[in-house]
């Protein structure tokens, strides 16, 4: 069973910057492509971005492009998301993901279907 934990989330102003941590134990980390996902209030979870297992392979939505950067260090079970020039449409709660059996291509098109999910950091991005 793996557990993962979010951190990092915050109110921060629009133009700034927040970086996520997602803590995994109870399980082999680098046996899963890991994901970050987010919910805002009223809407559907939507992808955020994805990285392979041995980090060379990382997609992100069209929102994040240019402005946010997965990466994962496999020796401390962490996965980040490095979130610049933050926007008010930025706001919602942030959940980051595991799967085993996919790669970062098909989690890319996944809202569903992970085999584990943290509770979520909340984002509030000021105007």
């Known amino acids: 069973q793996v557990q993962l934990v979010e951190s990092g989330g915050g109110l921060v102003q629009a133009g700034g910057s927040l970086r996520l941590s997602c803590a995994a134990s109870g399980g082999t980390f680098s046996t899963y492509v890991m994901g970050w996902f987010r919910q805002a209030p009223g809407q559907e979870r939507e992808f955020v971005a994805t990285?392979?297992?041995?980090?060379?392979?990382?997609y992100y939505a069209d929102s994040g492009k240019g402005r946010f950067t997965v990466s994962r260090d496999n020796t401390k079970n962490t996965v980040y998301l490095q979130m610049n020039s933050l926007k008010p449409e930025d706001t919602a709660v942030y959940y980051c993901?595991?799967?085993?059996?996919?790669?970062?291509?098909?989690?890319?098109?996944?809202?569903?279907?992970?085999?584990?999910w943290g509770k979520g950091t909340l984002v509030t991005v000021s105007s």
């Open positions: 993901a595991a799967k085993h059996l996919t790669t970062a291509q098909a989690m890319r098109s996944m809202t569903d279907g992970m085999d584990y």
């Open positions: 990285i392979s297992r041995n980090c060379d392979i990382t």
